[in-house]
């Protein structure tokens, strides 16, 4: 065995050992110090001013605030449009010990139901548990009184007012002042490619039919702001600036909202449409559609069963008639026919035609009628149109032609938008030989002016074009833009936008205007006139000219029997006119649908309407209450 060795320390090793690990250890720590010190200066220091504005976003935020919008009066002050307050019932769950108790003790208190309760539970799950959730969102006053009795009692809730859109007139402006309603998918693609998105970030409902629609960035105003300091959490802490949003502008239309509910009154079942003009200015003073709707509906949401009623029903009350009903104008255009024929010297005020009862053209078969069958006999322009003599005017038009016809009426605005603040408008029809060519792909024929030249055949006109037509024949010309909006108001006062102008007629001979007046006047006040007997022993004097719309065709050895055809196929009954006739104030159109004779049913209405706006000596004058 060999002998055990002693080993002996190499202390020098072990030093030299140590100092390498120490020395290793030491470059270590010293570049992790470099990098730390290094990550705190590019923090600190080169990236300051970043994280500061992360720091601040995170910790204040910017909130937006919806302006109130703007409210609508009519022509004498009376508020049509107003933000009403609606009170909700608002829980804040973590303020809350038992959420399943409170719902069940307010349920018995307030009569919350299931409707209720389900969209609670739903909006519960997608909110932060400090978030006022809603319960009910309209209040009842007797459900508001009854919580505040008891409020001491449920910690956590609370009633919060809002305001929401309320119509005072409900189905009576329901076509011309329009509606508000939610914002949906299609309003934010809207506003977000016209750069409106942000003045909206705090608004739930925006315009989405007439007046509301149309004015819509008059009477939004602009979105306010409030800084606020929140926590970690999302809790508002404090409210650091606050600028407050600048409200809508209030709005004064040209409508008399009294004026209005006449002609609700005087229309009461019919359906159709009534248009009033001021014709010096060009003043929507009256639109109503009949059927119509409450558009209060709209505002807090309409249900699917009430909206699919609307949206089926065989009276279409969603369409304006007024603005969008197209129906042929039957002999309510003759005036301006006979205007284009005096002006083309096709016609003189002497001319004459005999009237036996039918019209033929040489070489053509068809047979064209007088609405009188024995005929009227020899009838010149002004007892033409007195009378409505049908053969007159088949003439007339033959000799015209399509081509002067329909751009003698252009002028007067048939086939053209009137360019009313309103977006629900049809232009009608106008028919020419172009319309037809790229329309049906035939061919203009004889016998289609024949029918234009009785306002029938593929003539369609809205009661709006035919109040500015007859508007332009009492101004001698002069075509106004028709406006419902009148001005807006301010702390100053109110302010009155100017009369809108369009393109003005221009004929040959200025004396036309009066033989076409003159025998509008004689429609009114002659015996033999159309509307004689609806207007006898008025206390002012008033001019006009009726018509019957025919729908469906009645072959010639037949005589027109309403009682068997469909209702939806009898005449339309059509009325225009104008008082008081050497100084017109008033212009207006009467359109209903299946009702017969112009005559005997639309000109009483107009009648109705008249008397109302220009009562008796003895009686007071309308004044909007």
């Given at each position: 065995m060999p002998p055990n060795r002693i080993t002996i320390k190499d202390h020098t090793a072990e030093a030299n050992l140590f100092a390498r690990r120490s020395i290793i250890a030491l470059v270590i720590?010293?570049?992790?110090?470099?990098?730390?010190?290094?990550?705190?200066?590019?923090?600190?220091?080169?990236?300051?001013?970043?994280?500061?504005?992360?720091?601040?976003?995170?910790?204040?935020?910017?909130?937006?605030?919806?302006?109130?919008?703007?409210?609508?009066?009519?022509?004498?002050?009376?508020?049509?449009?107003?933000?009403?307050?609606?009170?909700?019932?608002?829980?804040?769950?973590?303020?809350?010990?038992?959420?399943?108790?409170?719902?069940?003790?307010?349920?018995?208190?307030?009569?919350?139901?299931?409707?209720?309760?389900?969209?609670?539970?739903?909006?519960?799950k997608s909110k932060r548990r400090f978030k006022p959730v809603s319960l009910i969102n309209r209040m009842t006053q007797e459900q508001v009184a009854k919580f505040s009795v008891n409020q001491h009692h449920f910690i956590g809730v609370s009633v919060e007012a809002r305001l929401k859109r309320f119509y005072r007139y409900a189905d009576a402006l329901t076509h011309l002042v329009g509606y508000v309603a939610k914002i949906n998918k299609r309003d934010l693609q809207k506003l977000a490619e016209s750069g409106e998105e942000a003045n909206y970030a705090a608004t739930y409902d925006i315009g989405k039919q007439?007046?509301?629609?149309?004015?819509?960035?008059?009477?939004?105003?602009?979105?306010?702001?409030?800084?606020?300091?929140?926590?970690?959490?999302?809790?508002?802490?404090?409210?650091?600036?606050f600028e407050p949003p600048i409200p809508g502008q209030d709005i004064i239309l040209n409508i008399d909202i009294n004026l209005q509910l006449k002609v609700q009154e005087a229309l009461a079942d019919k359906r159709g449409s009534v248009v009033v003009l001021d014709p010096k200015s060009g003043g929507v003073l009256a639109l109503f559609s009949n059927p119509s709707y409450d558009p209060n509906l709209f505002v807090h949401g309409i249900s699917n069963k009430e909206y699919n009623y609307l949206l089926n029903s065989k009276?279409?009350?969603?369409?304006?008639?007024?603005?969008?009903?197209?129906?042929?104008?039957?002999?309510?255009?003759?005036?301006?026919?006979?205007?284009?024929?005096?002006?083309?010297?096709?016609?003189?005020?002497?001319?004459?035609?005999?009237?036996?009862?039918?019209?033929?053209?040489?070489?053509?078969?068809?047979?064209?009628?007088?609405?009188?069958?024995?005929?009227?006999?020899?009838?010149?322009?002004?007892?033409?149109?007195?009378?409505?003599?049908?053969?007159?005017?088949?003439?007339?038009?033959?000799?015209?032609?399509?081509?002067?016809?329909?751009?003698?009426?252009?002028?007067?605005?048939?086939?053209?938008?009137?360019?009313?603040?309103?977006?629900?408008?049809?232009?009608?029809?106008?028919?020419?030989?172009?319309w037809k060519r790229a329309r049906h792909n035939q061919p203009w024929y004889i016998g289609d002016t024949i029918s234009v030249g009785i306002g029938q055949g593929y003539w369609t006109s809205t009661p709006l074009q035919l109040a500015l037509s007859v508007s332009a024949l009492v101004n001698r010309g002069k075509n106004h833009v028709p406006q419902i909006i009148r001005g807006h108001k301010t702390n100053n006062g109110d302010v009155i936008y100017p009369t809108k102008d369009s393109m003005p007629i221009i004929i040959k001979n200025?004396?036309?205007?009066?033989?076409?007046?003159?025998?509008?006047?004689?429609?009114?006040?002659?015996?033999?006139?159309?509307?004689?007997?609806?207007?006898?022993?008025?206390?002012?004097?008033?001019?006009?000219?009726?018509?019957?719309?025919?729908?469906?065709?009645?072959?010639?050895?037949?005589?027109?029997?309403?009682?068997?055809?469909?209702?939806?196929?009898?005449?339309?009954?059509?009325?225009?006119?104008?008082?008081?006739?050497?100084?017109?104030?008033?212009?207006?159109?009467?359109?209903l649908e299946n009702a017969g004779g112009g005559g005997s049913n639309a000109a009483p209405i107009a009648r109705q309407i008249m008397d109302y706006y220009f009562p008796k000596p003895e009686e007071p004058e309308h004044v909007a209450k």
């Amino acid at each position: 065995m060999p002998p055990n060795r002693i080993t002996i320390k190499d202390h020098t090793a072990e030093a030299n050992l140590f100092a390498r690990r120490s020395i290793i250890a030491l470059v270590i720590v010293s570049v992790l110090l470099g990098i730390l010190i290094s990550n705190l200066y590019y923090l600190q220091v080169t990236r300051f001013n970043d994280y500061q504005t992360r720091s601040n976003g995170n910790r204040i935020k910017v909130l937006p605030v919806a302006p109130n919008r703007g409210l609508i009066y009519d022509r004498n002050g009376v508020l049509l449009a107003e933000n009403r307050p609606i009170f909700s019932l608002e829980l804040i769950p973590e303020q809350i010990d038992d959420l399943d108790e409170t719902l069940s003790k307010l349920k018995t208190l307030l009569g919350v139901n299931e409707q209720n309760l389900e969209h609670f539970n739903r909006e519960l799950k997608s909110k932060r548990r400090f978030k006022p959730v809603s319960l009910i969102n309209r209040m009842t006053q007797e459900q508001v009184a009854k919580f505040s009795v008891n409020q001491h009692h449920f910690i956590g809730v609370s009633v919060e007012a809002r305001l929401k859109r309320f119509y005072r007139y409900a189905d009576a402006l329901t076509h011309l002042v329009g509606y508000v309603a939610k914002i949906n998918k299609r309003d934010l693609q809207k506003l977000a490619e016209s750069g409106e998105e942000a003045n909206y970030a705090a608004t739930y409902d925006i315009g989405k039919q007439g007046v509301e629609k149309y004015h819509e960035k008059r009477l939004h105003g602009q979105v306010g702001y409030q800084e606020v300091e929140v926590n970690s959490r999302g809790r508002i802490i404090r409210t650091l600036k606050f600028e407050p949003p600048i409200p809508g502008q209030d709005i004064i239309l040209n409508i008399d909202i009294n004026l209005q509910l006449k002609v609700q009154e005087a229309l009461a079942d019919k359906r159709g449409s009534v248009v009033v003009l001021d014709p010096k200015s060009g003043g929507v003073l009256a639109l109503f559609s009949n059927p119509s709707y409450d558009p209060n509906l709209f505002v807090h949401g309409i249900s699917n069963k009430e909206y699919n009623y609307l949206l089926n029903s065989k009276d279409k009350p969603l369409i304006n008639r007024a603005t969008q009903g197209q129906y042929p104008p039957a002999s309510t255009v003759k005036p301006a026919l006979a205007l284009i024929g005096l002006d083309e010297e096709v016609i003189t005020e002497a001319s004459r035609v005999f009237d036996s009862g039918t019209y033929k053209l040489k070489n053509v078969a068809h047979t064209w009628r007088d609405w009188y069958r024995w005929g009227h006999g020899w009838v010149n322009v002004t007892h033409a149109i007195e009378i409505s003599c049908d053969i007159f005017f088949y003439d007339l038009s033959y000799r015209l032609g399509i081509d002067s016809i329909s751009d003698g009426m252009a002028k007067f605005g048939f086939g053209e938008y009137t360019g009313i603040d309103l977006y629900e408008e049809s232009d009608g029809n106008m028919p020419s030989r172009g319309w037809k060519r790229a329309r049906h792909n035939q061919p203009w024929y004889i016998g289609d002016t024949i029918s234009v030249g009785i306002g029938q055949g593929y003539w369609t006109s809205t009661p709006l074009q035919l109040a500015l037509s007859v508007s332009a024949l009492v101004n001698r010309g002069k075509n106004h833009v028709p406006q419902i909006i009148r001005g807006h108001k301010t702390n100053n006062g109110d302010v009155i936008y100017p009369t809108k102008d369009s393109m003005p007629i221009i004929i040959k001979n200025n004396k036309n205007w009066d033989v076409v007046l003159d025998a509008m006047y004689g429609v009114v006040n002659r015996p033999r006139g159309g509307a004689y007997k609806a207007f006898r022993n008025t206390h002012y004097v008033s001019a006009g000219k009726t018509g019957t719309a025919q729908l469906v065709a009645i072959a010639e050895d037949e005589k027109y029997d309403a009682e068997k055809i469909a209702a939806h196929h009898r005449d339309n009954a059509m009325y225009v006119g104008f008082a008081p006739y050497e100084n017109p104030e008033l212009v207006i159109s009467v359109a209903l649908e299946n009702a017969g004779g112009g005559g005997s049913n639309a000109a009483p209405i107009a009648r109705q309407i008249m008397d109302y706006y220009f009562p008796k000596p003895e009686e007071p004058e309308h004044v909007a209450k």
